[in-house]
């Protein structure tokens, strides 16, 4: 649950905020980005916490938090987060990260991986409509007709 509610959340607005920056044409995200960052730096706290005189983060053996946690806590670099802060994570994060399986699926998917700037000005266009800015869609009236 902690992952769910905070995490991947949290790391991913900061992900997000830090893009958006990215085009002047979003104005100041200098609040947003600063927020999240501490947010992200907070939680690798939690994790670091949580690992303190434990090999993994629950259950005391490795299970399906270690698994989902992972992926998100090995991008400490892209979050500009210094790892020494937090020992027992770059301990797990090592530990883990030498496991063939995890190496075989961190390696995965660049296959999927894109160069936006090899897209055309619509394609782009047509992802912005899908990923920002949307808001909630009436109920269709033909539903009603429907009961």
Sequence with gaps: MWQMANQGPKFG????????AQNPQNGDLTYAIRRFSDE?????????????RKRYLAAGEYTIADIICYPWAAGWKLRQVDIEEFPNVKRWLGEIGEWP?????????????EDPNTLSEQE?????????N???????????KAQ
């Design 134 to 144: 949307q808001r909630a869609l009436p109920i269709p009236k033909d539903w009603a």
């Design 101 to 113: 399986a995890v190496q075989k699926a961190m390696a995965a998917g660049p296959e999927y991986h």
């Design 124 to 132: 782009n266009a047509q992802r912005v409509k899908l990923l920002v």
């Design 13 to 20: 607005e900061y992900g997000h905020f830090t893009r958006a």
């Design 40 to 52: 992200v730096h907070r939680l690798y706290g939690v994790m670091n916490l949580g690992l303190y």
